[in-house]
């Protein structure tokens, strides 16, 4: 028997931001398609006209592009809407509002043959039901139990049935559980499950008043249409599953349907409970992959605006919830297509941990070359009013090889050496207690001139000679003086680093003196001096 072409899909809806659970979910059918050699296709579920967001779609197929999870096939994959089928989209159209003539069909053959029913409950009926059996203490279910004593086709004359099909738009076709039946499933993750139909709510498949199928009848169709093989969702799809069993039953699809994987949650630092946008604002760190502004203009970062690489973002995802069984943490998206696999993904939720997101983005950071970083730190510097066209391009390479291992982001670059290009206008009232004494200032003064008769190589000046080699001989002649003299070394360094940078703290000294040189050395130590007389 020759084994089908791999073929998932992720089928979000535009109600929102995509989370970054969702973006998982994503990752994942996109992993699992790719190392099979598949294909991943992107639906989008818009179905709910209610919960419908202007912009929302753009955004879940702009964030995908993002993090290079690329469809093969799907809605809007270059750009513009594939409404008709073709030999890159067979199954067009991939939204779910485009394709509502095809669902009613599949629903009145439930009715036909027995396994489907139209329902005219109001809501207000309906809520009178609930109402009641709370007030009995009980939980009312749509169901064997209760829907012979509720408006449906079940219950009433087939004449009243048909006058109200062709005079009311206020009923639903809903799926008719058997009684007392198990449904015998399959999860790739979680392994073998059974459910007494009893427990079972006859849901709405197709809704009269916008003609249009809720998820549980659409997904279904749609699957079988395009030949899904896998369904690889959220665990917040786990209850619905007896139901989509048993719809593929009752169309005759059994042996065709695909297989389904339910993923764990994504939890709170805390591990208590699911991470929502909330903890986010609350903790400091963003759970969307790009900023989304609402239509009353909230802001909600994302990560792509925290300065996260792409690969940084979806290498920490693919480890939120799987692992690879060795030690290896960093993955490029093709070395994570070869090695995944659904049976090391696992059953419990897996806990976000924001410090882990940021070594992620650190480690990528450092992979980057020096004239890569300074292509990305040039425009922060511009934003801050730094004239760049005074400083060639390979001082501010330089510099980024200098600091790169401090960063997590390279937004992080400016907070970490924006004295390289702006002298301090104020001393921290501290270390100027600290280390600015009578002793030490009389000390600096002799240090200054040293300095000032220094045959010092700083950036202008050094020509082919390497840079290390330039801060060494700075090194060496500075230390060697103060220890000639019998100074303390921490006591210069640091006052002189207040000098320097406004605080006795930052880079080394000899690669402070390098890049400002010693005309600006001078100055900084003049400024300083006459500052805490």
């Known amino acids: 028997m020759v084994e089908k072409k791999r073929r998932v899909r992720f089928a979000p809806s535009p109600t929102g931001p995509l989370h970054m659970g969702g973006v998982r979910t994503a990752l994942y059918n996109y992993l699992y398609a790719k190392q099979a050699g598949g294909d991943f296709i992107i639906r989008i579920e818009d179905t709910d006209s209610q919960r419908f967001v202007p912009g929302a779609e753009e955004y879940i197929i702009e964030a995908l592009n993002w993090c290079g999870i690329i469809p093969d096939e799907g809605v809007d994959t270059n750009g513009k809407v594939v409404e008709t089928p073709s030999e890159k989209h067979p199954h067009a159209p991939y939204r779910q509002s485009q394709r509502k003539p095809i669902y009613r069909a599949y629903a009145e053959k439930l009715i036909e043959n027995g396994y489907a029913y139209y329902a005219f409950d109001s ?18 279910i749509y169901n064997y139990k209760t829907r012979q004593e509720l408006k449906n086709s079940l219950t009433l004359p087939a004449d009243e049935v048909k006058n109200l099909l062709e005079t009311t738009t206020n009923w639903t076709i809903r799926f008719k559980n058997p009684e007392n039946e198990i449904v015998k499933m399959d999860d790739l993750i979680r392994g073998h499950i059974e459910v007494n139909t009893n427990t079972i709510d006859d849901k709405v498949l197709w809704k009269r008043a916008d003609e249009l199928p809720t998820y549980h009848l659409a997904n279904i169709v749609d699957d079988h249409l395009m030949e899904i093989t896998e369904v690889i969702r959220g665990e917040e799809w786990l209850p619905s599953l007896p139901l989509h069993y048993m719809l593929y039953k009752a169309f005759g699809w059994s042996d065709t349907q695909p297989r389904f994987a339910h993923l764990s949650l994504l939890l709170k630092p805390d591990g208590k409970g699911k991470l929502s946008k909330r903890d986010g604002d609350r903790l400091g760190f963003p759970v969307f992959p790009l900023k989304w502004v609402n239509a009353e203009g909230e802001v909600s970062r994302g990560y792509r605006e925290d300065g996260y690489y792409p690969q940084a973002f979806v290498n920490m995802l693919a480890l939120l919830g799987w692992n690879p069984g060795t030690e290896q943490e960093l993955f490029t998206i093709d070395e994570l297509v070869e090695i995944f696999s659904l049976e090391r993904v696992i059953k419990s939720g897996a806990r976000f941990n924001v410090e882990k997101a940021k070594w992620f983005n650190q480690e990528y950071l450092r992979k980057q070359t020096d004239s890569q970083l300074a292509q990305q730190f040039i425009p922060i510097l511009k934003e801050k009013g730094v004239d760049t066209d005074k400083y060639n391009v390979m001082f ?75 801060v060494s001989d700075i090194e060496v002649k500075l230390t060697g003086y103060i220890k000639e003299n019998e100074w303390k070394m921490g006591a210069v360094m640091n006052t002189l680093r207040l000098f320097f940078v406004g605080q006795a703290k930052g880079l080394g000294i000899a690669d402070i003196i390098y890049f400002i040189g010693k005309e600006e050395v001078l100055r900084r130590i003049s400024a300083g001096q006459n500052a805490v007389k």
């Open 123 to 140: 809501a207000d009926e309906l809520d009178a039901k609930r109402k009641e059996a709370e007030a009995n203490k009980e939980t009312f």
């Open 396 to 470: 501010v390479e330089q510099l980024c090889s200098l600091i790169k291992e401090r960063a997590h982001f390279v937004a992080d670059f400016w907070d970490i050496c924006s004295y390289f290009f702006i002298a301090p206008v104020s001393y921290a009232e501290n270390d100027v207690k600290k280390f600015c004494t009578p002793e030490t200032m009389e000390i600096i003064s002799k240090v200054k001139e040293f300095i000032g008769n220094m045959d010092i190589k700083e950036f202008a000046t050094a020509g082919n000679t390497p840079k290390q080699e330039c």
